[in-house]
């Protein structure tokens, strides 16, 4: 009897497809130029043409063949883009600041001769946008000839008066440019859109090359891709030798700061190109001169390249309530001490409504006409403009002429052909009312590129090859030799499924873009040379003030989630083993439970109600609310070290996401009044605890030791002090020193478990207990080693020698006058009635010395309201 066979799942079946079948299956909707393909698609059409020669290339060189394969690898390539935090932050998005950044598995393929003419198109552009900034700040020719409209310019909120007649530093207001295309179905490559103010992409489009080249390595070398560091190399070069102290120059990256869409670019560019990554208020001018606050005084600032936008840089002279910009700092522009890239100024070339007259501009300037076309574009301040645009609305995208702004509220682009009758009607009301406000671009369908959609178990639609559409942004940086030039490929932004707008705002995806060679791609050998000196300079970066307070308080968050951690699992092993009678233990834990925020003050002790208490420490574990137990502060930590992300390694900033990804999902999965919460929890502390390790490991060996690691560290031991002598402080006290569990407790809360029995056995004295826990200067957990790394670091800190006393230091304790006799009543006998007093009175100095420790380091070293206690002498 023949046994019956089941037909394969669907998703099966598409996984074991072979991918050659799918692409010559796979066709884009009709009407879009087909990426893959490069002809326009017809639905009708019976038979497809064949994949171009590039796109061949790259699915015979892509060492898959099956669904399955490519599965895995987007998988991996998502996991890349998870280990590596790369985010980009949306607002209004219901899950929180923090999205990863979403990149398709496949790159957009151009092939060289296409390439050459987008190079050629961009670079004209450029020049074109360079010399119109010229004429607008300066002789304003273009305005009295009528050449461009007054209001596009004087009457936009991004042209700034105050810099008017202002020549920049170095001669160039434009060092990055941003040009958004699109692929038309006439096969051609339309301006879409122009970025001139702070365009951002550069770092994104870094790390989808280094991801999806990851993926894809052979066919990266056969198809002769592009490279992009020579181009990021030129661009330094640029900045350095038109900054005002030339090769020497200090630069650094302007940013919002961590809250920001795209704040991970910002820290990534900083930490590839050797930026200080700065904030407004780390910044401040004095004679014109821009500063840098560092822990070693005012250090020059010689160039930025901002990312803020211009009318948020300077409140003396812009926007007053801004707290993102540096007062004073566009004097410091004109009076030509500061390089800033882009220019402030340059917003009002990225209205839509300019690309209009740039075809006449084109012709003025440059005497030729524009390589690259730009979608026919029609503004309606121009009422034979507006007449001829309105009878076509319905095959336009309406756009807003300006931004939103305090006297513009402003409105989002929109499809003519989504709206309705009634709806386009309206429209035009508004239109014909408010003409200048309003600008009309040509509807260009957008070409359709090959995208990976992964398979998921129980979807409908299976792993496979759909089209998407997509737009693509190239960046023209300025060069010292050339000029500009060009990036080599750009950044591709995709639509999501059903859409025809490509935006990440939306929901879309991004792609690597590979710009073929005809012969060998360039090198980074090929970059302009940077001589010696300089790069040694840029060896020993400063350390802002912010930057110091957010290592500093990295360390302390650091240091608290350990302690939290082993104080939580020691208590919950103390209630749930044989201890749990012993009332001292009990009611030591309870006491350093309820001091250190695992649980809230009202919960009744553990000798009152144990399963009450137990049940509000597990609860209280992963909670952002409440008790600042370990969950609390290990999103402390996290949030410390997002915001000094350009000094911490991969690894170390991965280990700190998985972290509390981890504790945050063990704590949400755990059942109320499961079989064994307390076993639960315990398990989750303790994968915690070795996250927690990690980190440990990664900030003592893989951070430079610089004064921002020694605040690091020196956070960390100013919490272990004050810990440890509380610990113990309450242990004596309590009594439960006394009992064999709580000694044992104890001296497992120091971490010296396995140090104690090695040195002395059995013995459980009080003598013992001192000459380990508080005197042994090789135990990093005593707290003579504490003492004296504390006091060593701050020396360092304040006078560049462990050696040298400083005021700070001098108010640590000295371990070099602690004694064992003074410490024990009754040093030669074994157990004491109770604790000397000399020990008690240390433990109380230990812990009254790190708050006030704390206190001194954040008022000399955070804060610059006080000359008295900064210095500020320029280096």
């Known amino acids: 009897m023949t046994a019956k066979t089941e037909p394969l799942p669907p998703l099966l079946t598409a996984a074991l497809q072979d991918v050659a079948t799918q692409a010559a299956a796979y066709s884009a909707s009709g009407g879009h130029l087909d990426e893959l393909r490069n002809v326009v698609a017809v639905d009708t059409l019976a038979s497809k043409p064949a994949a171009t020669p590039a796109w061949q290339q790259f699915l015979s060189q892509a060492e898959t063949r099956t669904a399955a394969d490519l599965d895995q690898r987007f998988a991996s390539l998502q996991r890349q883009i998870r280990d590596n935090g790369v985010t980009y932050n949306v607002y209004a998005d219901e899950d929180g600041p923090q999205r990863p950044w979403s990149l398709d598995l496949f790159p957009l393929l151009i092939e060289s001769q296409r390439w050459a003419q987008i190079e050629a198109g961009v670079l004209q552009r450029t020049r074109l946008l360079e010399k119109v900034l010229a004429d607008v700040y300066g002789p304003q020719q273009l305005l009295k000839r009528g050449l461009l409209p007054p209001a596009l310019v004087q009457g936009h909120p991004g042209y700034l008066r105050s810099m008017h007649g202002v020549t920049p530093v170095g001669g160039v207001r434009l060092h990055i440019a941003a040009y958004d295309l699109a692929h038309g179905p006439d096969g051609n490559w339309w301006v879409v859109g122009q970025r001139c103010q702070a365009p951002s992409g550069l770092g994104y489009l870094l790390e989808n090359r280094m991801a999806v080249s990851g993926q894809f390595p052979q066919a990266l070398e056969a198809l002769r891709v592009q490279h992009l560091a020579s181009t990021y190399a030129a661009l330094m070069a640029s900045l350095k030798s038109r900054s005002p102290a030339g090769e020497d120059a200090h630069l650094a990256l302007l940013t919002p700061g961590p809250y920001n869409e795209t704040y991970f670019e910002h820290a990534y560019l900083a930490r590839h190109l050797g930026l200080s990554l700065v904030e407004g208020g780390d910044l401040l001018v004095r004679d014109e001169n821009l500063y840098l606050k560092t822990l070693k005084g005012l250090v020059p600032v010689h160039g930025l390249l901002k990312r803020v936008d211009d009318d948020y840089l300077d409140p003396l002279e812009l926007r007053a309530d801004s707290t993102l910009g540096v007062p004073g700092l566009l004097q410091a522009i004109r009076a030509g001490r500061v390089l800033v890239a882009n220019a402030p100024g340059t917003a009002f070339l990225e209205s839509p409504a300019l690309l209009g007259f740039l075809p006449g501009l084109a012709e003025h300037l440059l005497g030729q006409p524009l390589i690259l076309p730009a979608l026919p574009t029609w503004w309606c301040g121009e009422r034979s403009a507006m007449e001829a645009a309105l009878p076509q609305l319905q095959d336009c995208v309406i756009k807003p002429s300006y931004p939103a702004s305090s006297l513009r509220s402003g409105f989002d682009a929109v499809l003519g052909r989504s709206l309705s009758a009634q709806q386009?009607?309206?429209?035009?009301?508004?239109?014909?009312?408010?003409?200048?406000?309003?600008?009309?671009?040509?509807?260009?369908?957008?070409?359709?590129?090959?995208?990976?959609?992964?398979?998921?178990?129980?979807?409908?639609?299976?792993?496979?090859?759909?089209?998407?559409?997509?737009?693509?942004?190239?960046?023209?940086?300025?060069?010292?030799?050339?000029?500009?030039?060009?990036?080599?490929?750009?950044?591709?932004?995709?639509?999501?499924?059903?859409?025809?707008?490509?935006?990440?705002?939306?929901?879309?995806?991004?792609?690597?873009?590979?710009?073929?060679?005809?012969?060998?791609?360039?090198?980074?050998?090929?970059?302009?040379?940077?001589?010696?000196?300089?790069?040694?300079?840029?060896?020993?970066?400063?350390?802002?003030?912010?930057?110091?307070?957010?290592?500093?308080?990295?360390?302390?968050?650091?240091?608290?989630?350990?302690?939290?951690?082993?104080?939580?699992?020691?208590?919950?092993?103390?209630?749930?083993?044989?201890?749990?009678?012993?009332?001292?233990?009990?009611?030591?834990?309870?006491?350093?439970?309820?001091?250190?925020?695992?649980?809230?003050?009202?919960?009744?002790?553990?000798?009152?109600?144990?399963?009450?208490?137990?049940?509000?420490?597990?609860?209280?574990?992963?909670?952002?609310?409440?008790?600042?137990?370990?969950?609390?502060?290990?999103?402390?930590?996290?949030?410390?070290?997002?915001?000094?992300?350009?000094?911490?390694?991969?690894?170390?900033?991965?280990?700190?996401?998985?972290?509390?990804?981890?504790?945050?999902?063990?704590?949400?999965?755990?059942?109320?009044?499961?079989?064994?919460?307390?076993?639960?929890?315990?398990?989750?502390?303790?994968?915690?605890?070795?996250?927690?390790?990690?980190?440990?490991?990664?900030?003592?060996?893989?951070?430079?030791?610089?004064?921002?690691?020694?605040?690091?560290?020196?956070?960390?031991?100013?919490?272990?002090?004050?810990?440890?002598?509380?610990?113990?402080?309450?242990?004596?006290?309590?009594?439960?020193?006394?009992?064999?569990?709580?000694?044992?407790?104890?001296?497992?809360?120091?971490?010296?478990?396995?140090?104690?029995?090695?040195?002395?056995?059995?013995?459980?004295?009080?003598?013992?207990?001192?000459?380990?826990?508080?005197?042994?200067?090789?135990?990093?957990?005593?707290?003579?080693?504490?003492?004296?790394?504390?006091?060593?670091?701050?020396?360092?800190?304040?006078?560049?020698?462990?050696?040298?006393?400083?005021?700070?230091?001098?108010?640590?304790?000295?371990?070099?006058?602690?004694?064992?006799?003074?410490?024990?009543?009754?040093?030669?006998?074994?157990?004491?009635?109770?604790?000397?007093?000399?020990?008690?009175?240390?433990?109380?100095?230990?812990?009254?010395?790190?708050?006030?420790?704390?206190?001194?380091?954040?008022?000399?070293?955070?804060?610059?309201?006080?000359?008295?206690?900064?210095?500020?002498?320029?280096?």
């Open 424 to 875: 386009r009607d309206e429209w035009a009301g508004r239109i014909f009312r408010q003409g200048e406000e309003h600008t009309l671009q040509a509807y260009l369908p957008l070409s359709q590129m090959p995208t990976w959609q992964a398979g998921r178990s129980g979807a409908q639609s299976a792993a496979g090859i759909q089209p998407r559409s997509v737009m693509l942004r190239v960046f023209v940086v300025s060069d010292p030799v050339q000029g500009w030039r060009v990036l080599p490929g750009g950044m591709a932004r995709v639509a999501s499924a059903a859409a025809d707008i490509a935006s990440m705002q939306l929901g879309g995806s991004s792609a690597d873009v590979w710009a073929l060679a005809q012969g060998a791609p360039d090198s980074a050998a090929q970059s302009p040379p940077l001589s010696a000196a300089p790069l040694l300079a840029q060896r020993k970066r400063p350390v802002t003030s912010r930057a110091a307070e957010n290592l500093y308080w990295l360390g302390r968050y650091t240091e608290r989630t350990e302690n939290l951690i082993r104080l939580a699992r020691l208590t919950l092993e103390c209630l749930h083993g044989e201890e749990q009678s012993s009332a001292p233990l009990t009611a030591w834990l309870g006491r350093m439970a309820v001091v250190n925020t695992l649980v809230l003050p009202g919960v009744p002790a553990p000798a009152q109600a144990r399963r009450v208490f137990e049940r509000s420490l597990i609860d209280s574990l992963g909670s952002s609310a409440g008790a600042t137990s370990v969950g609390y502060n290990l999103r402390a930590l996290k949030m410390a070290g997002s915001a000094v992300r350009e000094r911490l390694s991969q690894e170390h900033w991965r280990v700190m996401v998985r972290a509390e990804e981890e504790l945050t999902r063990s704590c949400a999965t755990q059942t109320p009044g499961g079989d064994d919460p307390a076993q639960d929890a315990l398990k989750t502390l303790k994968h915690c605890g070795e996250h927690m390790a990690a980190i440990t490991g990664a900030q003592t060996d893989r951070m430079t030791r610089d004064d921002g690691w020694r605040l690091l560290s020196i956070g960390r031991h100013i919490e272990r002090l004050g810990f440890l002598a509380s610990a113990l402080h309450g242990a004596l006290q309590s009594g439960s020193v006394h009992t064999v569990a709580g000694f044992e407790a104890l001296v497992a809360l120091f971490e010296s478990t396995t140090t104690f029995h090695a040195h002395y056995q059995r013995s459980r004295d009080i003598a013992s207990l001192v000459d380990l826990l508080v005197l042994n200067g090789d135990n990093p957990r005593s707290l003579a080693c504490t003492a004296q790394t504390l006091r060593g670091r701050l020396n360092k800190l304040a006078s560049g020698s462990s050696e040298a006393p400083s005021p700070l230091a001098q108010q640590m304790p000295d371990p070099s006058a602690w004694s064992l006799a003074e410490l024990c009543d009754q040093p030669n006998q074994g157990r004491l009635s109770g604790a000397a007093p000399a020990l008690l009175a240390l433990l109380e100095h230990c812990q009254a010395s790190a708050r006030r420790v704390s206190e001194e380091v954040s008022a000399t070293y955070f804060s610059h309201a006080s000359d008295s206690k900064h210095s500020v002498g320029t280096l």
